[in-house]
Nanobody, 125 residues
Framework: QEPLVESGGGLVQAGDSLRLSCTAS????????MAWFRQAPGKWRDLVAA????????YYADSVKGRFTIAKNSTQNTLTLQMNSLKPEDTAVYYC??????????????????WGQGTQVTVSS
């Protein structure tokens, strides 16, 4: 069983909204924080948003502040990313990630222990 499974990607037009979901297996018990990363072709995998499992404190990359919202449902063991006012530059493969380490919410991918397989988001102009 994969530790994290994303869903919800797709092809949309600029200005549209999309909601990504990530379901975690029991392998991720002990999670400290959860995050969404994205990777565009030819670019590094960048942090989009992160949330503390215990405090619900959040972090957003400047490029998505005010447009994206990260949320968790501990009962259902799910993580979501609501993306509004999408832009062509948001086009990327989006990954869900969990960490069991006490890292800062702005930490990069090296701070995360479990990853999903990724879901493609394409925004046309």
């Amino acid at each position: 069983q994969e530790p994290l499974v994303e869903s919800g990607g797709g092809l949309v037009q600029a200005g549209d909204s999309l909601r990504l979901s990530c379901t975690a297996s029991d392998r991720t018990l002990g999670t400290y924080a959860m995050a969404w990363f994205r990777q565009a072709p030819g670019k590094w995998r960048d942090l989009v948003a992160a949330i503390s499992k215990r405090t619900d404190k959040t972090y957003y990359a400047d490029s998505v502040k005010g447009r994206f919202t990260i949320a968790k449902n501990s009962t259902q063991n799910t993580l979501t990313l609501q993306m509004n006012s999408l832009k062509p530059e948001d086009t990327a493969v989006y990954y869900c990630a969990h960490t069991v380490r006490a890292i800062g919410l702005a930490a990069g991918e090296a701070g995360y222990d479990y990853w999903g397989q990724g879901t493609q988001v394409t925004v046309s102009s």
